[in-house]
């Protein structure tokens, strides 16, 4: 298993907010990464990522009813995504053969975007691994 996998070994390990944004990253399976509270708030981004509020809001609100998504696209950093699915723990869209993945815990939401060449479902088990962590640690 990948390096930063290994942290999670730990039972009672809980790093901060940066640390689990490079793990998703570090995975290579996504680019860009960041956790973000149910309130819109940004808690950590990857450089470069520019993620607004009204994105997260946006993401937070589709999570309990998609239409906002399926009628607008998915909006990140100002990239926009076409919607593909979701559920109220999940998202998915695309950009050509780049997307983005969405999965929500009990107090925030992880987001990755992955790029041409990366595969969008290990960039979704990725972001899902880390906020089944989350989970069980309460968050």
């Keep these: 298993s990948c390096h930063a996998c290994q ?7 809980i790093m901060s907010w940066d640390g689990y944004r ?8 996504v680019e860009k990464a960041a956790l973000c509270g149910l309130d819109g708030s940004v808690w950590t981004q990857s450089e470069g990522f520019n993620l607004q509020p009204q994105e997260v809001q946006a993401l937070v609100n589709g999570l309990k009813n998609a239409d906002g998504l399926r009628g607008a696209g998915i909006r990140l ?6 919607y593909l699915q979701s559920d109220d723990t999940q998202i998915q869209g695309k950009q050509g053969s780049a997307g983005c993945t969405v999965a929500k815990s ?10 041409d060449g990366q595969q969008p479902g290990a960039a979704r088990n990725t972001v899902e691994t880390i906020r089944d962590h989350l989970l069980k640690h309460n968050y």
């Design 7 to 13: 942290n999670f070994l730990g039972r009672n390990f």
């Design 22 to 29: 490079d793990s998703v990253t570090q995975s290579g399976n």
């Design 77 to 82: 950093g100002g990239q926009k995504y076409f």
């Design 106 to 115: 009990n107090q925030c939401i992880v987001i990755g975007v992955y790029k």
